[in-house]
């Protein structure tokens, strides 16, 4: 009877999770570059794989495509163990990293290799290419060599390419990484409309954190090997469930201190870093008087010359350094502790008076739902 | 209006002299870069172009007993300067068929070196641009190592091997493969055999050369469309490495259609090759002229191909251009 309630949990798991990566571990001698990482993956998902370079990300998806292998843990897809399949015989293609394109066969050729490979008859295989090659808007180039084309539209190419065998899982490795930094926002969210169009399951390697939360819709960060988080753009912005997540994505004000308060509505966190206990509107799984770290957003500190009437999370300071960045400015406040938080001011915010100035006393504050408390 | 156009013309002259007061050291340097080009073309003029000049003219004289052997193309009696071309040794040559014969068989034996060196040599290759790079200077020393000694002394080497008594022969003999001596030498296949170890190296080096810059992540690539090893190996590595294989079949080619040395010392007397024709003509017979008319045929025999190959080549580009 257990066997069988198991038996019925794994399959409704296997329904939700297209792809799942049990356990896998891969090493290079004695360094660990994967270790144990766990993921499932469901159908039709854009997801990332965000970590800066050596994080193991990369061998991850090299092993998803089959050109290494796990030194131990399963990868299965669509219900079928593709762990020990090689590249040739999975239903996976990658767009590579700097495209990959055979440069002696023109656009129309790169894009028909792997249709060729399935032994598809000529006139299926020319109305594939013609179709992949509407979806990229590259008819016009058809005939071109891959030396004759743009960044961009190699890019595309490669895209198309990887898409033609129609993959169960489409793999992308810092697809718009080889791009320079203006077509890389222009192509993020054009790309993600080609994908969706298709409908494929895609996994993606960055280690651009805006192209990670522009394009997909789960992320996994990555570090030493390990997934630390795995969430949505917005989960991972605003709750980062450790100090690397909250430092890696985005910019943040850490402070180191620990627990003084522990209610199951609100946590106060006591800090030298601060004059007075900062509290959070949320409760931790913690204990009295664990170390933890806070992480507050600079956009979340607010900024003003008028001593705050609420009794804490605010502080004094001296304005040191302004970074003018047009919408927005960033002031680096130096807190009588010596500890400098920055703070993001929209303009906007300096419609009645000046914006403070060099060497300016100020007051920095933020409200019990700002902070983040950190316990890893 | 007309002053426009004068200002106009003023600030152009103005520019152009400026232009010339400045630029003396300008315009001296690429008159440096031309000198830095100058001295191969320069070279392949005097050490290339003159002589061959100098074959051409002989080839167009005859037989003269006198020193050098051959009579002058220009001769002046009195105030009249003539030009007597003799046609006589091309028609010679393409009249015997003893020089039919012996063209056809070069390039025949040519033609077959260059196809088992390039079989033979791309596995090698291959393997070398594949290997680690400590490991693969190593191996291309190995590659190098036989110019180290001298070619005649590795011919006779080849010859100690391919004796009737040689050591081939009495390995096969001792372990009781066969019952007598197998003629080995002087045949086709020694000079076969002698002639691709020779130049096996002019194939593999340019092979080497071309396929260590092939990109490993095509090959990635390829087996992630799909593609088996062997399927790979086809339809990305093989048409990627074209250059190389048209270059080491060159180097290979051209030379072995002239190869004189490795016929004469480990083939047999009745096969005769144009490297061996020339060399009696022009030592045996004295005959500088017609030496001079056979080695011109064998020129144009070997760089029509290459002419060929280069114009569709052009071609190509130019059709890509197009596009």
């Known amino acids: 009877m257990a066997e069988s309630s198991l038996h019925q949990a794994a399959k409704t798991a296997g329904a939700k999770s297209y792809l799942q990566i049990v356990d896998v571990v891969k090493k290079f001698g004695d360094n660990t570059v ?175 954190q805006e192209e990670a939360m522009t394009m997909a819709g789960r992320i996994g960060i990555m570090s030493e090997g390990q997934l630390l988080q795995v969430a949505t753009p917005g989960e991972i912005y605003e709750h980062p469930n450790c100090r690397f997540t909250a430092e890696f994505i985005g910019e943040t004000n850490l402070f180191g201190g620990h627990v003084v308060e522990d209610e199951p509505d609100h946590v106060c966190i006591h800090s030298t870093e601060l004059p007075r206990p900062v509290r959070v509107g949320h409760g931790i799984t913690g204990t009295m008087g664990m170390p933890v770290w806070l992480s507050l957003r600079p956009e979340r500190v607010g900024v003003s010359r008028r001593q705050p009437v609420a009794s804490g999370n605010w502080a004094a300071g001296t304005v040191g350094d302004i970074a003018y960045l047009g919408g927005f400015s960033i002031f680096h406040v130096r807190l009588d502790s010596g500890k400098v938080v920055k703070a993001s001011v929209p303009a906007t915010h300096w419609r009645e008076e000046a914006a403070p100035t060099w060497n300016e006393p100020v007051f920095v504050s933020w409200t019990d739902n700002d902070a983040v408390v950190l316990t890893q | 209006m007309m002053s426009r156009l004068l200002s106009l013309r003023d600030s152009r002259e103005a520019t152009a002299r400026t232009a010339r007061r400045s630029a003396w050291w300008q315009r001296a340097l690429p008159r440096g870069q031309s000198l830095v080009t100058a001295i191969p073309y320069g070279w392949l003029l005097l050490f290339f172009l003159v002589p061959f000049l100098f074959v051409l003219q002989i080839s167009f004289s005859d037989v003269e007993i006198a020193s050098p052997p051959y009579r002058a193309l220009l001769s002046r009696a009195e105030d009249v300067v003539s030009l007597v071309l003799n046609f006589g040794n ?234």
């Open chain 1, 34 to 208: 994967v270790d144990h990482i766990n993921l499932s993956i469901a159908k039709n998902d854009i997801f990332a794989l965000l970590g800066s370079s050596g994080c193991g990300k990369s061998t991850l998806l090299r092993m998803l495509a089959g050109m290494e292998t796990p030194t131990s843990g399963k990868i299965i897809l669509d219900g079928e163990d593709i762990t020990a399949l090689a590249p040739y015989e999975r239903p996976i293609n990658m767009m590579f990293q700097s495209y990959a394109l055979f440069p002696h066969m023109t656009v129309a050729q790169n894009i028909a290799f792997g249709l060729k490979q399935d032994r598809l008859s000529r006139s299926d295989i020319a109305e594939r290419v013609e179709r992949m090659l509407e979806l990229v808007q590259m008819k016009k180039y058809a005939h071109r060599k891959p030396y004759q084309l743009s960044g961009g539209q190699q890019q595309r190419v490669a895209l198309a390419r990887s898409l033609a065998k129609r993959p169960k899982l489409l793999l992308l490795d810092e697809p718009l990484g080889a791009l320079d930094k203006k077509l890389r926002q222009q192509t993020q969210l054009e790309l993600v409309n080609m994908i969706e169009q298709v409908g494929v399951t895609c996994i993606m390697v960055t280690h651009d």
């Open chain 2, 90 to 323: 091309y028609r010679y040559i393409f009249g015997d068929p003893l020089y039919f014969d012996a063209y056809l068989s070069s390039l025949y034996m040519a033609g077959v070196t260059t196809l088992i060196c390039l079989v033979v040599g791309y596995p090698i290759a291959y393997t070398i641009a594949r290997a680690p790079e400590a490991k693969r200077n190593t191996l291309l020393m190995l590659v190098m190592l036989p110019f180290w000694t001298s070619f005649l002394v590795r011919v006779y080497a080849w010859m100690g091997i391919l004796d009737n008594e040689g050591l081939l022969n009495q390995a096969l003999l001792s372990l009781g493969l066969i019952g007598e001596p197998l003629q080995l030498m002087h045949t086709q296949l020694s000079v076969q055999i002698v002639m691709v170890y020779a130049y096996l190296p002019f194939m593999i080096l340019p092979l080497f050369s071309n396929l260590v810059k092939l990109d490993g992540r095509l090959l990635e690539a390829s087996a992630d469309l799909g593609c088996r090893p062997w399927q790979t190996f086809l339809r990305v590595t093989l048409p990627l490495s074209k250059n190389g294989v048209i270059a080491g079949s060159m180097l290979v080619f051209i030379p072995a259609v002239g190869e004189f040395v490795i016929p004469e010392l480990v083939g047999t007397p009745e096969s005769l090759m144009i490297g061996k024709v020339l060399w009696m003509e022009f030592f045996d017979n004295n005959n500088w002229p017609m030496a001079a008319s056979v080695t011109i045929v064998m020129v144009a025999l070997l760089i029509a191909p290459i002419v060929y190959l280069h114009k569709r080549e052009e071609k190509a580009l130019a059709r890509a251009a197009q596009r």
